[in-house]
């Protein structure tokens, strides 16, 4: 279990400095990284003595918070509106989470993020009780 938001790793790409493309990759995604270094944190804990080096699976359960718009207001402020959606169908994309999860293990869970043949992913909005 990580705290905090979930975010992807960002999207790669090229540079283009002066009309010449570079093949230098930028990641537009500075928070991506420091959910990746909770990741490695909390991996390293659990991990194997050896990484895995054969075919691997994931599954990643993602709990996202609640827009304010799925409550209701007034006298029933702080209950959920029955309309409220119970999936994540926003951002983040729920690959590219994957992606950080990933990436993240190498050389911790798994040698090489290459390894992950079957990843099965959900996003929740976070249940309030």
Known sequence: ?????????GSMKPIT?????????VNDNPEGERWAKS??????QTAPETPLSGPVGI???IYLPRPQCHYRTGK???ELKESAPTWGAQKPDADKLC???GDSGTG???VDDKLICDIRAVKFFARVD
């Open 99 to 101: 992606r950080n999860v």
């Open 1 to 9: 279990m990580i705290y905090g938001l979930a975010q992807p790793k």
């Open 39 to 44: 990741l490695r944190l909390l991996m390293e």
């Open 76 to 78: 029933f402020a702080g």
């Open 17 to 25: 400095v002066k009309g010449r493309n570079y093949t230098t990759l």
């Open 59 to 61: 599954s990643v359960i």
């Open 108 to 110: 911790i869970w798994w």
